[in-house]
T-cell receptor
């Protein structure tokens, strides 16, 4: 069985602060994918990133960075110099890699509020 | 800019009425998912299809919910009869073949209110 835990439920920061959203996962699959999605107040779920389990290289995209550590089963997301537009619910998700099963297992989400 | 589209965006109906939600997946995506999101339960997978064939509908209440893909450009989710507990946001998502990565791209959702 697969499980994604986002222990933080709500985080509030002041604009320009850095913030890290934690994600811990459990899976018996040897290969898998990890994802982050953003759900702004408008409601649509926006795909941010996909990570393959065999690639532990960290990734940076502008103010966003992701730290994947297989040893601790974590896939954390850092926003540098946060902005009000980053206010959203962020979901971490997990799926098997390969085969017919492409279901995503989502965490409960973290509500991030960035205050001006 | 390819996007998943969903209609209607908002639906208010009375208990007992039939509700049909429609989804147009991204052209070329062969996997389509239906989710329900509520404050209490979060995101729940109801059903998903690959190449128009249902792969898993274990998350869907079978007595009142049905999901179909009449063709590759249309997926439908029907509730008959609707109940107040069905009030939620229903998302459709589509994705490429699993060998391409499993990411899912979501539509804007249908906000359903059953009175």
């Amino acid at each position: 069985a697969q499980k994604v835990t986002q222990a933080q439920t709500e985080i509030s920061v002041v604009e320009k602060e850095d913030v890290t959203l934690d994600c811990v996962y459990e899976t018996r699959d040897t290969t898998y994918y990890l994802f982050w999605y953003k759900q702004p107040p408008s409601g649509e779920l926006v795909f941010l990133i996909r990570r393959n389990s065999f690639d532990e290289q960290n990734e940076i995209s502008g103010r966003y960075s992701w730290n994947f550590q297989k040893s601790t089963s974590s896939f954390n997301f850092t926003i540098t110099a946060s902005q009000v537009v980053d206010s959203a619910v962020y979901f971490c998700a997990l799926s098997p890699r390969g085969g017919a099963n492409s279901k995503l297992t989502f965490g409960k989400g973290i509500t991030l509020s960035v205050r001006p | 800019d390819a996007r998943v589209t969903q209609t209607p965006r908002d639906k208010v109906t009375e208990m007992g009425q039939e509700v049909t939600m429609r989804c147009q997946p991204i052209l070329g995506h062969n996997t389509v998912f239906w989710y329900r999101q509520t404050m209490m339960q979060g995101l729940e997978l109801l059903a998903y299809f690959r190449n128009r064939a249902p792969l898993d509908d274990s998350g869907m209440p079978k007595d009142r919910f049905s999901a179909e893909m009449p063709d590759a450009t249309l997926a439908t989710l029907k509730i008959q009869p609707s109940e107040p507990r069905d009030s939620a946001v229903y998302f459709c998502a589509s994705g490429p073949h699993p060998d391409s990565g499993n990411e899912q791209f979501f539509g804007p959702g249908t906000r359903l209110t059953v009175l």
